[in-house]
């Protein structure tokens, strides 16, 4: 029977734990089809284990979700028919060539050896590959790698995928050559469950967010309701004088963050006239700006804000 939800992943309740720890504890998605939904957290926080579970390569201990219309427990085969999942590490085989990896793969998921060829040149075209296409993935950049991983993943185009981290450790670049793909994916029909860390990668280019920490979605929403979430904006200060910084912290309020500028600092207002007052107490105590200025919150403020830390913070993968 057709599957008819406007939904991509239905998540309610979704629970795994590792002997004593907690991974993921208690998560509800609700994923519409052919949009990006960034899963937003620190290392630890849950988000590969969550994205495992989706997947079907980890059973949940409690809670329920269907991908596509499909339970991922009872009907784990046919979800795994029908996603694509990227991981931190690159799946492709050093000791072959770009071109080879993908014909394998085209051959492994049914094409006829003409057909497969014809599919391999194509994403070696898309992915701007065809320069690299004979020579051993051993000796691709770490960029280039990243691509061809995600091109092996598309061998079959999917309804859905999953990203987990595609842009760890690319250069600028580089992230700039995957996010562009991602949005050629979404254009063509694709639904697209991007888990990262990083904060700007979200904001560039998730339609919604669920930030997860230790294990529980603590917020949800478009990027613009997240940052409107503290404040109407925040106010950023730069003194002249470094080792005047607590000072000016004192001045500033209680929900003062430390850049890691020694002479920097951030703090949430409510609008121009209070970031005005603040810097006008400043000057008033004879601290000297180097500069000012007054933004709209950053993804990185609304999760300190939401969490108490920062979200490069905690270390240890979930």
């Known amino acids: 029977m057709p599957v008819t939800s406007t939904l991509a992943i239905e998540a309610d309740g979704l629970v795994k734990t590792f002997k004593d720890t907690r991974a993921v504890d208690g998560v509800d998605l609700e994923v519409p089809r052919g949009s990006v939904y960034g899963v937003l957290g620190p290392n630890g926080a849950g988000k590969t284990t969550t994205i495992k579970m989706l997947a079907t390569l980890l059973r949940p201990d409690a809670g329920r979700a269907r991908v596509l219309g499909r339970d991922i427990v009872g009907e784990a085969d046919q979800v795994r028919g029908l996603v694509s999942l990227t991981g931190q590490l690159a799946s492709v085989d050093d000791d072959l060539t770009g071109r080879e990896n993908l014909v394998l793969l085209g051959r492994l998921l049914g094409y006829r050896p003409k057909d497969a060829r014809v599919r391999a040149a194509e994403l070696l075209a898309a992915f701007g590959l065809e320069d690299a296409a004979g020579r051993l993935v051993k000796n691709y950049s770490g960029g280039m790698r990243r691509r061809l ?27 700039n050559q995957v996010w562009d793909i991602v949005r050629a994916l979404v254009g063509e029909g694709t639904t697209v469950l991007l888990c990262s860390q990083y904060l700007d990668e979200a904001d560039q280019l998730a339609d919604r967010i669920a930030v997860i920490d230790h294990g529980r979605v603590i917020a949800e929403g478009t990027p613009g309701k997240l940052k409107a979430s ?49 810097v006008a107490a400043l000057t008033a105590s004879g601290l000297e700006l180097a500069s000012f200025s007054l933004a709209q919150p950053s993804l990185d403020e609304v999760f300190l804000a939401l969490t108490g830390h920062p979200a490069e913070e905690e270390e240890n993968a979930a």
């Open 149 to 175: 991983d995600i091109a092996a993943s598309i061998v079959v185009t999917p309804e859905l995928m999953f990203l987990d981290e595609p842009t760890t450790g690319l250069d600028p670049r580089s992230r």
């Open 230 to 278: 503290v404040g109407q904006g925040a106010l950023h200060v730069r003194l002249l004088d470094p080792g005047r910084r607590e000072e000016a912290a004192a001045i500033l309020g209680p929900d003062i963050h430390r850049e890691p500028d020694p002479a920097a600092l951030t703090v949430p207002v409510a609008g121009a006239d209070q970031a005005s007052e603040l």
